[in-house]
């Protein structure tokens, strides 16, 4: 009889454990219980403060008028590119409160004093025909810029920030604008793009401009007007002004502020336009009418500028506050930006700013050719 292999038998059946019943059965090296505990961070906690991003910030809007300063160099596309060079610190979250408060609350306070540059007088001094005039050619401006988004495939509030900043005064009512526009219909990446393009077109315009007025053989009051229209930036405008003559540049001044004033009822138009960022979809247009707070304001500083002589210390003071205020906002917004998307849009993402800087100076080169 042959004796039974070892080998051959099985082992007897052992009861399977239930790793459903025992607590973290299968979490080898505890996993579960770490994320059910919270894993311990080396990282202290973040701080809910505006300091690392206004302190930054500064830093680098300082570093901006320094470059100005010493290379003469448009302020604001310094700031710029300062910010966008260092949009890479905007990936800590711990500046985060610091860059919005930047990008928003001085902007706005920046706005307000603006007013201080402007009285209703000036706009009265311009006469009734230029003035409707200077309104046609910021309305051609306006609608280039939509128009010229849509034949390149971009976004419509890119086309109405493009033609509106360059209708009214640059950077100072881009900034305005894309506060009614706001981040959730455009983004920073395209609003940061804007505004070089912006603040280049101006530069370019205040030395090439002066010298067309003088091929055309224009008068002083014409190339004063044309200037004074079809410059962005008010320092660009008056410098190219004088540039030409100093009578031109006094008249240039005169045609820029008054573009400046028009600033609110054309935020106003576009916020009956589109509604305000972040108001409820569908809401009814007569709620649309309530302007932002900082371009009530703007008027109201307006208004007391007409009313009150202000001394002409506290209006150099004012504009320097204005000038700092804004290049703070402006530096903030562009390290908020993310450089990769910047880059991904390429040359079409431009053609609102160049298409309305080009009809801004050929609809005013036209009513000075034909009306003065």
Known sequence: MTEPNPFDQQPPQRPRPNWDAIPYGGDLFGEMHLAEQGQPSDEPPVKDSLFPGLAICGVAAAAAAWLSEHYHFPIILLGLLV??????IARDIRTHKGLDFASRTCLRWGIVIL?????????????????????VVMGLTLFAGIASARLFGQSSYA????????AICGASAALALYGVIGK??????QFALTLVGISLASALAMSVYPILASYFALSDQQA???IGASIHDVAQAIG????FSDPAGSYATIVKLARVALLAPIVALVTLAIGSAGAPAGQAK?????????????LATVALNSLIAIPPTVAEYALSASKGLLLLAVTATAMRSRMDLLLDMGWRATMPVLSATLISFLSALAFVLIFM
């Open 286 to 298: 007569w709620r649309r009418l309530a302007l932002p707070w900082f371009i009530t304001a703007f």
């Open 240 to 243: 190219g002004g004088y540039a």
């Open 83 to 88: 910010g966008l060079s260092l949009s890479f």
């Open 224 to 226: 004063g007007f044309l």
């Open 115 to 135: 007013g201080f540059q402007v009285t209703f007088m000036q706009i009265g001094a311009l006469g009734i025909v230029p003035f409707l005039a200077l309104v």
């Open 159 to 166: 086309g109405l920030l493009a033609g509106g900043a360059t």
């Open 184 to 189: 959730d219909r455009l983004s920073q990446a």
